[in-house]
């Protein structure tokens, strides 16, 4: 989580972060989403479980699961609760009609499994979130074994997929599955709901990071206002 002083802090996330959390109540099942802003939440979250709030969580990451145990919020897995009552996740960019792309942290698998598991979804970001129209490069999870396979069917829909890696000099990013990431540039993406079809019928693309499954979106501005999206 970016502290105040850290150049990659920005209000907006702390605000929403942390509004988001007043959604969980005694006996919920929770999903716990990754990145800088979820932190806030899950950090939140674990002031009111120390605080008597009786929840179990289900984690999208290492990092988030560091970071749930670090706030001392009991864990489960989807094994044993595969229905979540809400799961709360971050963002890279959200449209009007809240569809969203996910996965700069290449946690985007484990967070669709999660969103798709919960009753209700919803997302917290800082208003540089909102645009309107989605247009940055969607990450993809592949099967290392087929990614030249991948992005050719990319080439095919219009794309241009490139490799993520953490520097130039670096191998590819590994997600927490032990796959590689890669980021898929569409340009402006006109319709994002036909656009996540066709890449879920890649052979070998494990997930991709187009979400049209969530239900609100908590948007922080730089004055610490919280603005609610609802679909
Ligand atoms: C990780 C994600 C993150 O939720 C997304 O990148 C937003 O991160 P942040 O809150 O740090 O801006 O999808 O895979």
Known sequence: MADRSSPSYHPGKEAAGKKAADLVEDGMIVGLGTGSTTAYTIKEIGKRVKEGLDILAVVTSYQSEML???????????????VLDIAIDGADQVNPNLDTIKGGGAAHTREKI?????????I????????????????????????????????????????????????????DNGNFTLDADFGKIKNPEELSTSLSKCAGLVEH???????EVYIGDKDGNV???KK
């Open 68 to 82: 749930a145990i670090e706030a001392g919020i009991p864990l489960t897995s989807l094994a044993e609760h595969p």
């Open 114 to 122: 999660v969103s798709l598991s919960a009753k209700r979804f919803i």
């Open 124 to 175: 917290v970001a800082d208003e540089s979130k909102y645009v309107e129209e989605l247009e940055m490069p969607i990450p993809i999870e592949v099967l290392p074994y087929a990614y030249k396979l991948v992005q050719k069917q990319i080439a095919d829909l219009g794309g241009k997929a490139e490799i993520r890696a953490a520097s130039r000099k670096d191998g590819p990013v590994i997600s």
């Open 209 to 215: 990071g187009i979400f049209t499954n969530v239900d």
């Open 227 to 229: 603005k609610v999206l």
